[in-house]
Structures are given as C-alpha cells and as structure tokens.
C-alpha cells in the first residue's frame, strides 16, 4: 500500500499510462475514418494532436507510409508513445513531442493531415480547426472525434459533466457548420459505436482504478478518482443514446 497522497493529476496519469489509449475509439473506427482518404499515399507529412501514449498514432503508422508526429502536453505519454514506436521499429517515421495544440511547433502549411482523437474539444472545436488549418497544406485533411450530440434531447446532468471537463458539447449539424466556416470541405462525420467507450476505454480503465483501489486504500482522492471516473460510466450508460464522440473529416480549402 502507497502511503502518500497522490494528486488529481497524478492518479489521472497512472490510471491512463498502461492504457493502449486515453479516450473511446478503436482500429476498426481508423480504418473507417481512413477510408474517407485514399489514396493514402498522398500523406507524406502528418501530425495527431493530442495523442497520449498513441495508440492510435500506431495504428495509423501501419496504414499510412508517411512521417507521422505525434504531440500531446503530458510529457509521460509522449514518453511512452516514443518507446512503443520504437519496439516496432517505427522510430524513423513516429514520434512524439510535447507541445500545446493551440500552439502548434510546426510549419505553416506543411501537413497533408492533422489527426486527433478525442482532444480538440480541450482547445474548443472551432478554436482548434481555425488554428490547425494554418497548419495543413492547401487540399490537406483534417480527421477528429470530439464528444456531440446525437439526439435534441440534452441532458443538464451530461452538459454539466462536459461543463466541469472544460468541454462543451454541440450538434453534429452545428459542428459541420463551424467546419464549413473555418476553410474547411465537408468530407464525412459519423458516430463512434458503444463499444468503443465501453470495451476499448472504460473496461480497461477501470481494471487500473481497481488495481489503484488498493495500491492507495488510505487515500481519499483516489477514492474521489475512482467516484467521478464511475460517474462518467453512469452517465455514458445511462444517456448514451443522446451523445457520443463523432468523427469529423474535412479538406482545407
Ligand atoms: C482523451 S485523451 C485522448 C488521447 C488519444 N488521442 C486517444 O484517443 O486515445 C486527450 C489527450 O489530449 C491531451 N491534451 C489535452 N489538452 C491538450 C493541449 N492543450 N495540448 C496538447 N495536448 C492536450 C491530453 O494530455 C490527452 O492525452
């Protein structure tokens, strides 16, 4: 048993780091976004903004031939992406920096793709594509999730939840909307299933909160952690039907 009081912080990382990834999504929910971008050859350049550890920067790597960057503000999970990229041999094309999407390290049109799965809605939706297409190249693509409305019914206890996570959520109409008007073509959106929270994110996260049940039993903020993560897991199961993480794709204009 750890007798020290870990921080907020510090149980979010350790419950996320072991983790493939940090949010819902899956292999087979890439391969249907990257279908939307053949041929894919044409991605010599690409950066996934917010990564984590970069699971998902792996499995595009074994579809996409390009030099692939992935950048996230948790200096730990880009820590472990690069070791990950490493044991596959992908070094020369895959890596991890540490760095803010609102403030992007790279040059001015020089991507052919930004991807990034459930971390624009951290910066804003908007935000994020207005700053990120100065980034993409002319005829470049943009692919992210971020949390949404499925229904017209929105539940105050979810817009509460999203609220307090510095998030907000819209309508996928709307969304489309704001992508049209930040320089963006309209290519496809389409919803996450359920299991990618519940399978892919929730089940194996709750399997390390368990494990941080008792490594720190003295310690009320895991028992906090531990209470607000099984919350998030209520209300996902209780209104899922009226939000989920939603694919945008889109060209820069
Ligand atoms: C929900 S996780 C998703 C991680 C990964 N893309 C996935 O789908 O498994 C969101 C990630 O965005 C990162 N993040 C949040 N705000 C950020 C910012 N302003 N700049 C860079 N990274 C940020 C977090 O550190 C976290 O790794």
Known sequence: ????????????????????????????????????????????RIADLGCGSGGQTLILAEHLRGRITGLDMFPNFVEVLNQRAKARNLSNRVSGIVGQMEDLPFDKH???????EGAIDNIGFETGLVHWHNYLKEGGYIAVTCPSWLT??????????????????????????????????????????ETCW?????????????????????????????EQNQHEVELYMQYKQHYGYVFYIGRAI
């Not at 992508?179 to 309209?186: A, D, I, K, V, W």
């Open 110 to 116: 020089s991507l052919d793709l930004i991807w990034s």
């Open 1 to 44: 048993m750890n007798t020290e009081e870990p921080s907020f912080l510090d149980l979010l990382v350790e419950a996320h780091i072991g983790l493939d990834r940090q949010g819902p999504g899956s292999p087979e929910m890439i391969e249907r976004a990257l279908d939307f971008l053949k041929p894919w050859d044409q991605f010599e």
């Open 152 to 193: 017209r019914t929105h539940p105050a206890a979810v817009e509460q939840f999203w609220t307090g996570a510095g998030s907000k959520l819209d309508t996928i109409d709307n969304n489309i909307a704001i992508l049209q008007n930040s320089g963006y073509q309209f290519i496809a959106s389409f919803a996450l299933p």
């Open 198 to 226: 519940t399978d892919d994110y929730f089940a194996p996260r709750d399997n390390d909160i368990q494990r941080m049940l008792t490594k720190y039993a003295n310690s009320n903020t895991m028992k906090e952690y531990a």
